[in-house]
């Protein structure tokens, strides 16, 4: 079975060999690199996940002067005020919002999907929308605070905000999808609505601001006969069913120490229902657990869903310095070789 075959098999929900295996989203972040060109002499991402074999390969578009990398007010670590200015975080009008500038589209770069699928014609491969999600943008754009406490007391502003960021998000999917047309499998996008607790703004006002933007930009990428592969880390689990209702495919990060987010209870009320890609804890396991406990945790992530199946290996985030090279190598050596 090759990895594709094994990926596309996974969300259908049917029966594999193994369980899909992946760095999450295709990230070695430079830590991690570190560890692998140290180790095993790996110069790049690439060469990492062609070593383990990772089932997954993702393809990223390039942008021409970025726009949000370098204005002033993007996160840079942090989305509040109290550290940088942001653009919008005086803004009281829906015109204010309007007049601000959204970037140029034609910055964009979608072409070279055909090689990286000819370069690798038996593996799943992803293509990424970029990272310009609504409510993220919004707390860039005017700070988290104002950001939250606006969707409470100037609904209207952050509507005019949402509608924009989403009209300008729907043509980055439709870039993603026509250059993924006869090569990819699955399209990637998201956004990050929630804590380790819960919704940052509670399921209501999710559904109030994201629900039927989300629907959209899902619809999109369905219209074009692709998977949709939906990021939004932590506990999101009040909204899992909204996400499987807009048809969203697939859900990563699959944070289980968030709350409600632990693999038996979501693989019990989900599996079978939408996929669950990542599941293999960062913030203690890989940074500070033995590599015999990575093991452990793979098999029994791979347990819970072996009777509803739509799950990938991976690590719950990335971009952690503190994760241990080894026990990254230990979570794909027992995806690769467990078969329960």
């Not at 007010?73 to 309007?98: C, F, I, K, M, N």
């Not at 605070?145 to 509608?163: G, K, R, S, T």
């Not at 793979?298 to 990938?312: A, E």
């Amino acid at each position: 079975m090759t990895s594709r075959e094994r990926v596309l098999r996974t969300f259908r929900f049917e029966t594999t060999d193994r369980a899909p295996y992946d760095f999450l989203e295709g990230c070695v972040w430079p830590e991690l690199m570190d560890f692998f060109r140290d180790r095993y002499g790996l110069d790049d991402e690439l060469a990492v996940q062609d070593y383990f074999d990772t089932d997954y390969r993702w393809w990223h578009p390039t942008v021409g002067d970025d726009p949000y990398a370098s204005r002033p007010g993007a996160s840079r670590g942090t989305y509040s005020t109290e550290v940088w200015d942001r653009p919008l975080q005086h803004a009281t009008t829906v015109d204010q919002v309007l007049a601000h500038q959204w970037p140029d589209l034609n910055r964009w770069d979608f072409s070279g999907v055909p090689e990286m699928r000819q370069r690798y014609p038996d593996k799943a491969l992803v293509v990424i929308t970029g990272w310009y999600p609504m409510f993220c943008s919004a707390c860039d754009m005017f700070g988290i605070e104002n950001a939250l406490m606006n969707m409470a007391a100037a609904p209207e502003v952050m509507d005019a905000f949402f509608q924009k960021q989403h009209e300008f998000f729907m043509h980055l999917v439709e870039g993603a999808c026509e250059a993924g047309k006869g090569c990819a499998d699955i399209v990637w996008l998201g956004d990050d609505f929630a804590g380790q607790q819960g919704l940052l703004m509670g399921g209501q006002r999710w559904r109030r601001f994201f629900k039927e933007r989300v629907r959209e930009q899902i619809g999109m990428i369905r219209d074009y006969g692709f998977l949709p592969l939906y990021h939004s880390c932590g506990a999101v689990r009040d909204i899992l069913p909204d996400l499987i209702e807009l048809g969203v495919a697939g859900h990563l990060t699959f944070q289980t120490s968030a709350s409600g987010m632990d693999a038996a209870s979501i693989a019990r009320d989900f599996g079978g229902r939408i996929n669950f890609y990542g599941g293999i804890d960062t913030q203690t396991l890989l940074s500070f657990g033995t590599a015999d406990e990575v093991r452990a945790e793979v098999r029994k992530n791979i347990d819970l869903f072996r009777n509803c199946g739509g799950y990938t290996v991976s690590s719950a985030h990335c971009d952690i310095p503190s994760v241990r090279g080894e026990n990254m190598v230990a979570m794909l050596e027992e995806a690769r070789d467990y078969r329960p």
